[in-house]
């Protein structure tokens, strides 16, 4: 098995489709066939599904892209591990944010990673806490900042701070107060992601605890979606926001607390089964430094900082 026929499968499997990771990886599509024939050969199972409409990676090929993609990744830092001290702070760093808290962070912290390491090369994603957390595992990602309320025993994780949880709504939902009971809260409408998302697995879990049902009318993929539903009034959400103006100064109310309060806790992951480069490592001691200053801003509402390494 040569390292090349693994590139260019997980190339394929990314791609959808033979002609269009031909295109990627500068090889012919004849020759990208054969070079997949051979490794289905050598492996003895079928590796990729065909139609008319492309290609995906059938049981065992999607056990292969995972395992792949992290020998892969390994196989790439391996210069950067044995190059000298001087040139540690130098290459690519795949950064992962969690998208809600994404609209309040990313300007500063760029700002600030391009002040302190200017030959890193930051590469951004944005998505749900989950999504990011596999990414972390599967080695797509070096690192990521998510909020969490359990995480696997591979992924590594630095706390940063407990968030509390608000309620996010288009219109106001009791006039004069500034908290919410979960009773007061079981009587909304509320658009949720679905379960198996952390928010979602906690807010059941608490009204479970507290012997009270809600009232989800929608539920949601993604944050657009779910910002959407709550800005046309479908129901109100619950997010580790307190303060809505990045997304949009007349978007929604002013967020109301929960009473009991609900946390999550905002973390930088890596994993567990790959060292971080030297790059890596500096971008994660620079996470570290720009997020215990920016925690300490107004508008980051609801927040107890519990690092102890800033």
Same mark, same amino acid.
Request: proline share 5%; with cysteine; net charge positive.
């Given at each position: 098995m040569q390292f090349r026929q693994l590139r260019y499968f997980v190339k394929i499997v990314e791609a959808g489709s033979f002609s269009k990771a031909a295109l990627v990886v500068h090889v012919a599509q004849p020759a990208l066939s054969q070079q997949i024939a051979e490794l &289905?050969?050598? +492996?003895?199972? =079928?590796?990729?599904?065909?139609?008319?409409?492309?290609?995906?990676?059938?049981?065992?090929?999607?056990? +292969?892209?995972?395992?792949?993609?992290?020998?892969?990744?390994?196989l790439d830092q391996l210069p950067l591990v044995i190059r000298s001290p001087e040139d !540690?702070?130098?290459?690519?760093?795949?950064?992962?944010?969690?998208?809600?808290?994404?609209?309040?962070?990313?300007?500063?912290?760029?700002?600030?990673?391009?002040?302190?390491?200017?030959?890193?090369?930051?590469?951004?994603?944005?998505?749900? =806490? +989950?999504s990011l957390a596999n990414r972390i595992t599967s080695t797509t990602l070096d690192? %990521?900042? $998510?909020?969490?309320? /359990?995480?696997?025993?591979?992924?590594?994780?630095?706390?940063?701070?407990?968030?509390?949880?608000?309620? $996010?709504?288009?219109?106001? +939902?009791? &006039?004069?107060?500034?908290?919410?009971?979960?009773? !007061?809260? /079981?009587?909304?409408?509320?658009?949720?992601?679905?379960?198996?998302?952390?928010?979602?697995?906690? $807010?059941?879990?608490? *009204?479970?605890? %507290?012997?009270?049902?809600?009232r989800v009318v929608q539920e949601a993929d993604a944050l657009s979606s779910e910002m959407w539903a709550v800005r046309n009034e479908v129901g109100c959400t619950i997010l580790p926001v307190g303060d809505m103006s990045h997304f949009g100064p007349h978007a929604f109310v002013k967020p109301v607390l929960i009473e009991p309060s609900m946390h999550l806790t905002c973390s930088i992951v890596r994993s567990g089964n790959l060292p971080l480069s030297g790059a890596a490592e500096a971008l994660h001691d620079c996470l570290?430094? *720009?997020?215990?200053?920016? =925690?300490?801003?107004?508008?980051?509402?609801?927040?107890?900082? $519990?690092?102890?390494? %800033?």
């Open positions: &289905e050969q050598r +492996l003895g199972v =079928s590796l990729l599904q065909r139609s008319a409409r492309g290609v995906r990676p059938t049981a065992a090929g999607t056990a +292969l892209y995972k395992e792949a993609t992290g020998l892969l990744h390994q !540690e702070m130098k290459g690519l760093v795949n950064l992962g944010i969690a998208i809600s808290l994404a609209p309040k962070i990313i300007g500063g912290l760029l700002e600030e990673c391009r002040s302190a390491l200017p030959k890193v090369n930051v590469r951004l994603s944005d998505g749900d =806490s +989950l690192l %990521a900042i $998510i909020y969490e309320d /359990a995480l696997a025993a591979q992924v590594i994780r630095t706390p940063l701070f407990r968030q509390r949880l608000y309620v $996010i709504s288009a219109t106001p +939902l009791i &006039e004069g107060k500034e908290t919410i009971t979960l009773r !007061e809260l /079981a009587d909304l409408p509320l658009v949720l992601p679905a379960p198996g998302n952390g928010r979602r697995d906690l $807010i059941d879990r608490t *009204f479970a605890n %507290a012997k009270l049902s809600h570290l430094k *720009f997020m215990a200053h920016r =925690s300490r801003q107004p508008d980051m509402r609801g927040l107890e900082w $519990i690092s102890t390494r %800033a």
